[in-house]
């Protein structure tokens, strides 16, 4: 079974400032792909980044970068230079074997001006 | 290009009067399709896939259920609501291909209050 743990259910942040949002995951496939999603207010989910298992560099994408740690099963977001619209809900997702993806608690962000 | 539509947006029902929500997906072929549904403040939790017409699978036994009845079109339905089937409920597409790194793509969501 695969599981993605959120410890963090909220977090502040001041403007302009980096913020690192902490995701780790179990599954006994040896293939798989995280991905991370923004939630704002309005609902909608909002996809922002994608690692690979056999991806050897971190990924990013523009603000966004991955710290993808194997060992530890983890695949945590960094967010830098926040700005105000980041204030929203960020999910953590794995998709293994399957079609099927896994999410995780989330995490508020609220960002300060 | 791909789209997603999801409605209503907004919907309030009565304890045990039926329910039906549509999702449909524009521009692309195929799609796999899913449910979710999401509690206030919580996680996502898939409730439906479907890998093509007529092919279901539930992940949470539950009074709601599913239907493919066209290539891109997923609907969601109860016979009898639950107040406990309040929340948030979103549909979602991936392309067919079983490649781990396709990200699903979601509708804006159906926020649901059974009274």
């Known amino acids: 079974a695969q599981k993605i743990t959120q410890t963090q259910p909220g977090m502040f942040v001041q403007e302009k400032e980096a913020v690192t949002l902490d995701c780790t995951y179990d599954?006994?496939?040896?293939?798989?792909?995280l991905f991370w999603y923004k939630q704002p207010s309005s609902g909608e989910m909002i996809f922002l980044i994608y690692q690979g298992s056999y991806d050897q560099q971190n990924a990013t994408e523009g603000r966004y970068s991955l710290n993808f740690q194997k060992a530890r099963k983890s695949a945590n977001l960094v967010i830098s230079a926040s700005q105000l619209g980041d204030s929203a809900m960020y999910f953590c997702?794995?998709?293994?074997?399957?079609?099927?993806?896994?999410f995780g608690g989330g995490t508020r962000v609220l960002v300060k001006p | 290009s791909q789209t997603i539509h999801q409605w209503p947006a907004t919907l309030v029902q009565p304890v045990g009067s039926p329910l039906s929500l549509e999702c449909t997906v524009e521009?692309?072929?195929?799609?796999?399709l899913y449910w979710y549904r999401q509690a206030a403040g919580r996680g996502l939790q898939l409730l439906f896939y479907?890998?093509?017409?007529?092919?279901i699978s539930s992940e949470v036994p539950q009074n709601l259920s599913a239907s493919r009845p066209q290539d891109r079109q997923f609907i969601l339905s109860s016979k009898k609501l639950l107040l406990s089937d309040s929340g948030f409920y979103l549909c979602a597409w991936s392309p067919l291909l079983r490649e781990l790194n396709s990200p699903l793509h979601f509708g804006n969501g159906t926020r649901l209050t059974v009274t």
């Open positions: 599954t006994s496939d040896p293939s798989y792909g």
């Open positions: 997702a794995m998709r293994a074997a399957g079609n099927k993806l896994t």
């Open positions: 479907s890998v093509g017409i007529g092919q």
């Open positions: 521009g692309t072929s195929n799609p796999n």
